[in-house]
């Protein structure tokens, strides 16, 4: 077995996954296979401030905890994800945001990157310390290139500096991620997203932010154009600025693919390969992690926009519904 799985981990570099805590608690043979298959564990959904801080006055690291705790036993590296992203605020942090001064929301954001990285100091070695902060699926309409957030408007752009900082405050021995998506395929507005990473990345880092890793979500999409040579020049720059690079949510939409599973599993292992070999030439590409290890795991079934028109389940990840292996993963 020598796909891009097999030679990411020969190549010593972290494969792993994000997992859902629920799964991990229930299934031994889930528990199983990751312990089998992945170096680096992740939660799915069990660090964003929607699980940890559901509402006012009650917070929740249980879920985090369970991954912390199996991943660690098992001798396995961990990230975090994700401590500023737009879609995990919870509805009464963005009510709150709306009327802060910049002062309190900068307390606020302060409070969350405290808890979080500090209950976790010392275990988990790479945080996601910014999500999807640029525009670009979807309209631009500032000239900065930003997307439009709650805590852009409470805070203006200097929010991404300043979430670095505070999480370099929080645990200075922590990685820390700008992890951002739609950067992989070969269209128009995929350039410019690519153009303004680099810019403002240079930038953050002449400000002597403490950014060090940058991570590629990579969620690709079966009749999306890559391009080999654009992407690898994208990593290249990227490594030139100094920073390390992660692959951190790979998985491939197979809507365009044809129903029969073995076609499509053949159509997702070849477009898995065709991304990791440019990526995995790269030498500072550091870690590859999927979301989701098997197809009974994965969003995409539950995201209008991935959804296939024929009504069958995605086939996205490394193993099947069954958890055994595809040749994605062979
Ligand atoms: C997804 C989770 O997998 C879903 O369970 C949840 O409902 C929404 O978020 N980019 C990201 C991830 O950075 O956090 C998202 O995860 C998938 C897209």
Redesign the pocket.
Known sequence: ADGPQGVAMRKGLAFGAAVPSNLLNRSAEFRKILARDCGLLLG??ELKMAVVMPEPGRTDFAPADSVVRFARAHGQRLRG??LV?H?ALPSWVAEQLAKASPAQAEDFLRRWIDTAMGRYRGMIESWDVL??VLAGYGPVRREDGLRETPWLAALGPGYLDLAFRLAHDADPSAVLTW?E?SLEHDFGWVEARRARVLTRLEAMRKRGVPVRRFGI?A?LVSDHPFDAAKFRRFLRELGQLGVGIAIT?LDIDDKAFPADPAARDKGVADFARRFLDVALDEPALLDVVT?GLFDGDT?LN?HPDHRRPDGRRQRPLPLDEAMRPKPFRE
């Open positions: 799915n959904n994800h994700a992203w879609e999500n999807e992890n998506d979500q969620h949510e979301w969003w539950d």
